[in-house]
């Protein structure tokens, strides 16, 4: 079991909020004390991470978006496509 955990700050220029931020670190906490491994998906300027796009998508049995809106178009169609 592997956990990918994506949101706006996994997408370059997608603007990611104070709270997108926030709710990644809760999260991030929570699969810590569940003992679930992850990995944080991030995009310029955020180091660090994986890029989902070149990740192996069948390495995660989970992906959790973290996010405030959630739409239907690029880039998040072509990210659950994946």
Do not use: I
């Not at 999260?27 to 003992?35: F, T």
């Not at 300027?45 to 989970?62: E, K, L, M, N």
């Amino acid at each position: 079991m592997r956990a990918l955990v994506a949101g706006w700050f996994s997408f370059e220029g997608m603007g990611a909020t104070a709270g997108d931020l926030l709710v990644r670190d809760v999260v991030c906490e929570w699969l810590n004390r569940a003992g679930c491994p992850y990995d944080l998906a991030l995009a310029k300027p955020f180091p660090g991470g994986v890029d989902w796009q070149t990740a192996d998508a069948g390495a995660y049995s989970h992906v959790v978006f973290v996010c405030g809106p959630f739409g239907n178009g690029w880039p998040v169609t072509e990210f659950l496509s994946r």
